[in-house]
Nanobody
Framework: QVQLVESGGGSVQAGGSLRLSCTASGLTFNDKAMGWYRQAPGKEREGVACINWNHKSNYVDSVKGRFTISRDNAKNTVVLQMDSLKPEDTAMYYC????????????????????????RGQGTQVTVSS
């Protein structure tokens, strides 16, 4: 059974930083793409960042230059370092695993898309105040 457990969310003022961590089990971590998507109240789910099995990272335009995704295959962990946070980054952030980054970088991730993911976590809240 695939399990993804997130940690590290919280509240911060604009311009601050947060570090999200996700630990995976029940899957072959080394050959999976790992990523983060988010959902703000009343808005669609959107991809944030994804890192391939070979450590190639990808970001959506809204977070480029501010967020950094990394992975530690020895610890089955993926980390999202979020700097220069903005109020519009406020959302529930979810960790996910899949065979590629195709879904995890979409501007709009639907329920149908979610059904294709290898696994996803329960989410961690990030709140950025102005």
């Amino acid at each position: 059974q695939v399990q993804l457990v997130e940690s590290g969310g919280g509240s911060v003022q604009a311009g601050g930083s947060l570090r999200l961590s996700c630990t995976a089990s029940g899957l072959t971590f080394n050959d999976k793409a790992m990523g983060w998507y988010r959902q703000a109240p009343g808005k669609e789910r959107e991809g944030v960042a994804c890192i391939n099995w070979n450590h190639k990272s990808n970001y959506v335009d809204s977070v480029k230059g501010r967020f950094t995704i990394s992975r530690d295959n020895a610890k089955n962990t993926v980390v999202l370092q979020m700097d220069s946070l903005k109020p519009e980054d406020t959302a529930m952030y979810y960790c996910a695993a899949d065979s590629s980054c195709a879904i995890l970088l979409l501007e709009a991730i639907t329920e149908n898309h979610l059904s294709f993911l290898t696994g996803r976590g329960q989410g961690t809240q990030v709140t950025v105040s102005s």
